[in-house]
């Protein structure tokens, strides 16, 4: 992780949960050196919703969103005067292709945004947005989604869940440099059920493996795998089981998929679940060709 121009980009929606995600990408530019960039994407619509507001109203609207965009900046600023920041309002028919494409011509380290909710008959339920869930499929730098009402800033304890893909390395590499930055500690999870030999070699020994190559880094670490007494084979349900009973944790780190016969990237089911229903944030990371990256083990 380059700290030199670490740039953390905040879409935001002035929503409880931007201000909250808002609250720990200051944390982290403050750690890291870095600066703060804040970014609302106006939605151009087309057809009859976008006659709704005439010029003056859209105008109007508009220069309210920049106004509150710069009054967040300032504030950032007045009382953080060590942290640089950028605010951003930008105008496209796709919200969230405007938030990837501008992460990218910007050239940020990480995303940090709310994750979104659902409303049901009148309650705020846990969920994803639309948007949120867009750009976790396409993003090409780590995504951390916060969620709920409450905020822990910084990490002090990472869950790690483990695979036994390639990919997994990239999460490894991820926890490292968080657990480095906030001091933290890490947990790396495996599930086992059933009783094939192979996989339950195959899963001791990257534990081993993983664990000491974490440690080699002056990580404290622990290894743990879960046999669920039940047989639930759900991934999701062991791991927010498992988080539920450890309360220290305040990070998962898990891997968004990419289906080599597709072109579209896309977040599995199982890891929308586990983000949807997480009372913890979240750091969401789309495999890279590991051809592009280096790892140590």
């Excluded at 700290?3 to 403050?30: G, M």
């Excluded at 220069?63 to 965009?69: G, N, T």
């Excluded at 705020?124 to 409450?150: N, W, Y």
């Excluded at 997994?168 to 790396?188: E, G, H, P, Y």
């Amino acid at each position: 992780m380059e700290v030199n121009n670490y740039k953390v980009l905040v879409p935001t929606d002035f929503s409880d949960q931007s201000n909250l995600a808002l609250h720990q990408a200051i944390h982290l530019a403050r750690i890291v050196g870095g600066e703060v960039v804040l970014l609302y994407v106006l939605q151009e619509k087309k057809g009859v919703l976008g006659k709704l507001l005439n010029r003056q109203q859209q105008e109007s609207f508009h220069s309210l969103v920049q106004d509150k965009l710069e009054e967040q900046a300032k504030e950032i600023s007045e009382k953080h005067n060590n942290i640089k920041v950028e605010n951003f309002l930008k105008y496209s028919t796709s919200v969230h292709g405007e938030i990837v494409r501008f992460a990218d011509e910007i050239k940020a380290s990480i995303i940090v945004m709310g994750k979104g909710s659902l409303i049901v008959g009148g309650e705020e339920q846990p969920g994803i947005g639309s948007i949120t869930s867009k750009i976790l499929r396409t993003s090409k730098i780590p995504v951390v989604t916060i969620g709920g009402k409450d905020l822990r800033l910084g990490f002090k304890n990472i869950l790690l869940p483990l695979d036994l893909t390639k990919e997994t390395r990239q999460k490894v590499s991820w926890a490292i440099q968080f657990a480095k930055l906030f001091n933290a500690d890490i947990q790396v999870v495996s599930a086992i059920w059933g009783d094939k030999d192979f996989v339950i070699r195959q899963i001791n020994s990257q534990m081993k493996q993983v664990v000491s190559f974490i440690s080699k880094q002056g990580v404290k670490v622990k290894g743990e795998i879960i046999h669920p007494n039940d047989g639930d084979s759900n991934l999701r349900r062991i791991l927010n089981k498992y988080i539920k009973e450890h309360q220290e944790i305040d990070l998962a780190i898990i891997m968004t998929q990419q289906e080599d016969d597709f072109t579209q990237l896309f977040v599995g089911s199982s890891a929308t679940s586990f983000i949807r229903e997480s009372k913890i944030p979240v750091m969401s990371i789309i495999p890279r060709k590991l051809d592009d990256i280096i790892v140590g083990f």
